[in-house]
């Protein structure tokens, strides 16, 4: 059973953008928090990248301020990850994840099946 849906990724050269977006199913969107990890080459966790609470409150991790934006549309039950100027180092599998709260990850939380961006010349 599919819940979140990721689209958007594919390559892109430096200093360029793109726009993930991640459909979820109403009831886990509602209500809970929804936000965006990567995965890097090589790395085996997964990296905590932005985050927008059921209220609207944002947090961002420091590499991606001021180039990244993310946002919901309640409406469609969409979040939306837009990404400016983009690094070779912002390379890797995002995937988008719905939880209750703002901060930390646990079991039961929900997530996509990624998808790739990679930023090369």
């Known amino acids: 059973q599919v819940q979140l849906v990721e689209s958007g990724g594919g390559l892109v050269q430096p200093g360029g953008s793109l726009r993930l977006s991640c459909a979820a199913s109403g009831s886990i969107f509602r209500g809970n928090a929804v936000g965006w990890y990567r995965q890097s080459p090589g790395n085996q966790q997964r990296e905590f990248v932005a985050v927008i609470g059921s209220g609207g409150t944002i947090n961002y991790v420091e590499s991606v301020k001021g180039r990244f934006t993310i946002s919901r549309d309640n409406t469609k039950n969409t979040v939306y990850l837009q990404m400016n100027s983009l690094k070779p180092e912002d390379t890797g599998v995002y995937y988008c994840?719905?939880?209750?709260?703002?901060?930390?990850?646990?079991?039961?939380?929900?997530w996509g099946q990624g998808t790739q961006v990679t930023v090369s010349s």
């Open positions: 994840t719905a939880r209750p709260r703002l901060y930390g990850t646990a079991p039961g939380d929900y």
